[in-house]
């Protein structure tokens, strides 16, 4: 049986549709557009089947497999709304409100019951930030956090709390993906000098600390970010502080830590200082990738021991975003950079496409592994919005624009679930695709008058760091060279090349010669005359041969001397006749 083919939708000023995905991309003539112009919440449940979305009047539930209308609910002011993993449940969040004379507002977040329509229960919920539940992939477990404290609700029964996680101002907590038997990483922030800390749970062990699967403990945290890996084994958190105090970087401070499950943790040593700006585990569970450092940003490949796999190089990124089924992953640059992409084979790394997706605020992979999505949306950019679709060797198979008097607000794949799509070869031959469009050449750097007949010269402001393979060569005796040990090796070479090159230029004379040219090293003279006007005629002369040597430095890297200059480095020879002079008859 062939392979569904992935919808996309699209929500903006022109209503909520959706669009097939490859090969048709024609409107889906299965849902019908909803035209209104107050679409704010759209949800897809985890296997695609359901669609949830509130138009400004009613929460509407859609069937997509069956197109039909499963619920309506009248909820008009519904802001977030999201799926239970097994499709029983339909979480709906509205803003909170008190009344006018200052008493506590009604529930507004609701649980609502989706084989029966009727809500099963509704909680006060004042913020937004982490406002839904966490279900486990099988429903038996649902948790929120409630005033410091982590409740636990079973088989969706929410009127008794079966379990309570108390630690002292708890801030976050993630529930571990896969099957039975579910684990929790829970983030309380320091206080009063003592540090943050990320503790891992099984459910439903909360004895304490000595219960905990793993701890690890952090200074210079305001908030972090959990992120479990897909088999439940480990759990990397970014820890980052709003300001960095020692000035480097605008974006604060971050810190990338490692906790397995087993009970290791680690901090992950990354070779250059700078913000990390993303990270992300391979579906397969044995490997991350993180982007960091000051621009160009480094891009490196670790494994489950923190020990880097390959390094992809500096280069213009700020996102990583492995493939569903793992084996593609693109190193992309958007918001404040140009959009240019990298699209590598991560079980050869071999380069596959270098496409640019100028001014992409969105990047999706779809579900089949293939194609990828980006988008421009309001209010990130209110002109140019539209979205294109790519297969991953760089060539754009749709390109949709917005009138110039709408906006698009978001575009996102409907979900499926794993195994659904095969995994298909990696190909490096470009898909065929719509013809590009014509460019704007890149505008070109400003050169004075004097120098635009001649040649550029190759400056950069930084120098690119190639790809490399970190993992150590079978067979080889040789322990793989450090980051610092390579850096110093490459200055060595560096000074060495520049010493032979210094001597392959120096003047083929006498030794009696050359003699004067090496005292010019000397700070301080070896011997004087002992009559001072003849001590300062050589130290005059020393001044004006260095001067000399340094014109001709200038003149050998390509700078046009003036006259005057010229007639300078002309007196050379005369000058060392006269100081040879004066030094012989000391």
Request: aromatic share 10%; net charge positive.
């Amino acid at each position: 049986m062939a392979p569904p083919t992935p919808l996309l939708a699209v929500r903006g000023s022109e209503g909520l549709y959706m669009v097939n995905g490859p090969p048709s991309f024609t409107e889906s003539v299965a849902f019908q557009r909803d035209s209104g112009k107050n679409c704010k919440a759209v949800a897809f449940s985890k296997d695609g089947s359901l669609f949830a979305w509130c138009n400004g009047e009613k929460v509407n539930v859609f069937n997509v497999t069956r197109a039909e209308l499963l619920h309506s609910f009248d909820l008009p002011k519904t802001v977030c709304l999201e799926f239970s993993p097994k499709n029983n449940v339909l979480a709906t969040w509205q803003a909170y409100a008190t009344a006018k004379d200052g008493t506590a507002g009604v529930p507004n977040l609701q649980l609502h019951d989706l084989r029966t329509g009727k809500c099963l229960k509704s909680f006060v919920q004042k913020k937004m930030q982490n406002w839904c539940p966490c279900w486990a992939e099988d429903e038996s477990i649902c948790a929120r956090n409630v005033n410091n404290e982590v409740h636990f609700f079973e088989n969706n029964n929410f009127n008794t709390i079966a379990n309570k996680l108390h630690l002292q101002k708890v801030s976050d907590f993630v529930l571990s993906p896969g099957a039975q038997p579910t684990k929790v990483a829970v983030y309380v922030p320091g206080s009063k000098g003592a540090p943050s800390f990320v503790r891992l749970y099984q459910y439903p062990n909360f004895g304490g600390p000595q219960s905990a699967l793993a701890n690890k403990s952090f200074f210079k945290a305001d908030k972090v970010t959990m992120l479990w890996n897909k088999k439940a084994t480990a759990v990397l958190v970014v820890a980052s502080t709003e300001v960095d105090k020692s000035g480097a970087s605008y974006y604060g401070e971050q810190t990338l830590h490692y906790l397995a499950a087993s009970g290791e943790s680690a901090v992950v040593q990354l070779p250059k200082n700078g913000p990390i700006y993303d990270v992300a585990w391979s579906p397969n569970s044995v490997e991350f990738c993180a982007v960091y450092g000051f621009m160009p940003a480094k891009a490196t490949v670790f494994n489950l021991k923190c020990d880097p796999v390959f390094d992809f190089g500096t280069g213009p990124r700020n996102a990583a975003y492995y493939s569903p089924h793992g084996h593609i992953l693109v190193l992309a640059g958007f918001g404040n950079l140009r959009g240019q992409m990298e699209v590598w084979d991560v079980k050869n790394y071999k380069l596959i496409s270098k496409p640019v997706a100028s001014d992409s605020t969105y990047f999706a992979w779809c579900p089949d592994g293939e194609h990828i999505v980006t988008a421009t949306c309001a209010p990130r950019l209110r002109v140019g919005n539209g979205y294109k679709i790519w297969h991953y060797t760089g060539s754009v198979l749709h390109a949709h624009e917005v009138p110039a008097d709408q906006e698009m607000w978001q575009v996102f794949w409907q979900p499926f679930l794993d195994g659904v799509f095969p995994e298909r070869a990696v190909r490096y031959q470009a898909a065929p695709g719509e013809p590009p469009r014509a460019a704007p050449g890149p505008a070109q750097a400003y050169r004075p008058p004097a120098l635009r007949h001649r040649p550029a010269a190759s400056s950069k402001l930084h120098e690119d760091e190639p790809p490399q393979n970190m993992k150590p060569q079978l067979g080889g005796s040789d322990k793989p060279v450090s980051k610092i040990a390579l850096k110093n090796q490459r200055k060595h070479e560096a000074k060495k090349a520049a010493k032979q090159e210094a001597k392959a230029d120096a003047p083929q004379g006498p030794a009696q010669v050359r003699t004067p040219q090496n005292a010019l090293q000397n700070t301080v003279p070896a011997m004087t005359t002992g009559d001072p006007e003849v001590d300062k005629k050589i130290k005059n002369l020393k001044k004006k041969l260095k001067a000399i040597e340094q014109l001709k430095e200038q003149a050998a890297a390509g700078k046009q001397l003036e006259k005057n200059q010229v007639e300078k480095i002309q007196k050379e020879a005369a000058l060392l006749k006269e100081l040879e002079d004066l030094e012989l008859g000391v």
